[in-house]
């Protein structure tokens, strides 16, 4: 910790025989002056040694990725490669937090918020850190997402009436910066329309990439069985996060169903994000059945949201 020096040197023309003719009071003074390391704390500086990479979050939601080059009870001034030297106010911060290699092996960086563990219909194998959670309203339903712990989430999604209810849970983990697992299961029931038939998707994610560019291969095994309903079938998909500029991102993705007959769906689309907390996104399907592709008429629109 630095702080702010005083200093006041004696002139040279003061010989010791003339310092002996001044004051004893002033004389003291003038040694002090001249040896004073003031407790006024101006800044607290962050020496080349000490110098890390912050992550700074502003009350609304906006993130900053960079190196701490001070703070005080007033501003924080960060470096970013960005936008360069940035000062924020400590009233617009709601945390500072180091980030740390974890951070930058797991993807979960600034500008690479939560969302980018979702494409449209599929998950990937990035991780969310702990004490992350988001909603997605999509036009036929809501869905939530909770990170109990670092790598381990659990959510539920459903429709607006209530049929399906499924509940989620995944465990992600990195081998590096660029490669990810994630291990899920997906089990729900038809609810009111019929609680005996249930279902339940065990599935395994790799991904490729970061949180703002990646491509992911899943695959898992759909089991359902009720009320006169039985049937098991391998799933797979594919997904892609590509960004094109800091708040627009191409979103791709596909769900390919091998059961008695192979049906699949592909969903090209954008991701709009003008604030870190908060996403739109709207997606054009196209489905498979039969060996004939035909378009939804309506599309996939969602609404994220860090909550």
Known sequence: MNFLRIE?????????????????????FLFICSNFAGFAQDTTNVSDQQKRTFIVTKNDGTEYVGVLISQDER???????????????????????ELTADDIK????????VFSTRYFLTTNGLRMKKGDSYAIMHYYGPEIQFSVSDGLTVGAMTTWVAMPIVLSA?????????????IG?????????????????????????????????????AIVTGDNVSGSAPLFSVGCLVRITDKVSFVGDSFLYFGNETFSIFVPGIRVSKRADRAFQIGFAAVSSGGDMAPVPIPIVSWFIKI
């Open 8 to 28: 006041c040197k004696i002139p040279t023309i003061f010989s010791m025989k003339t310092l002996k003719k001044l004051h004893p009071v002033l004389v003291i």
């Open 75 to 97: 501003e924080v001034l960060l470096e970013t490669k960005s936008i360069g030297r940035l000062y924020i106010p400590k009233h617009e911060i709601k945390s500072i937090h």
């Open 106 to 113: 797991a993807g979960t960086i600034p500008g690479n918020n």
């Open 170 to 182: 995944k465990t992600s983990f990195s081998a590096n910066e660029n490669l990810h697992f994630g």
């Open 185 to 221: 299961l997906l089990a729900g029931t038809l609810s009111w329309a019929n609680w005996g038939t249930i279902g339940a998707l065990p599935y395994g994610s790799v991904t490729y990439g970061n949180s703002r560019n990646n491509i992911s291969l899943s695959g898992g095994y």
